[in-house]
């Protein structure tokens, strides 16, 4: 199994920035299982998104909407992966969760609890 820890969530003023980390345990980290991680949110009453997600490969994903805002980084190392994010507006406040799973298409087979983000105008 692998349980999935974020952190680096709060409350920011538009234009702001936060990093958010996610910090992976369990044996099966440099599995295929674990392949893909990555970032989802979900807004209050909406549906949860894919924000970004990276292969242990390096290719990367982003949602149109945060392309050019925010960047995800992964060290597989210290089993962890990140998401810079910049530029912040009020419509990226969410909980965010960390998730992780075999490849981009597959879905995420991991979830985290997750991390409220708040931007405020």
């Known amino acids: 199994q692998v349980q999935l820890v974020e952190s680096g969530g709060g409350l920011v003023q538009a234009g702001g920035s936060l990093r958010l980390s996610c910090l992976a345990s369990?044996?099966?980290?440099?599995?295929?299982?674990?392949?893909?991680m990555g970032w989802y949110r979900q807004a209050s009453g909406k549906q949860r998104e894919l924000v970004a997600v990276t292969t242990r490969g390096g290719t990367t994903n982003y949602a149109d909407s945060v392309k050019g805002r925010f960047t995800i980084s992964r060290d597989n190392a210290k089993k962890s992966v990140y998401l810079q994010m910049n530029s912040l507006k009020p419509e990226d406040s969410a909980v965010y969760y960390c998730?992780?799973?075999?490849?981009?298409?597959?879905?995420?087979?991991?979830w985290g609890q997750g991390t409220q983000v708040t931007v405020s105008s």
């Open positions: 369990g044996s099966i980290f440099s599995s295929f299982r674990i392949n893909t």
């Open positions: 998730a992780a799973g075999p490849c981009i298409d597959c879905g995420p087979d991991y």
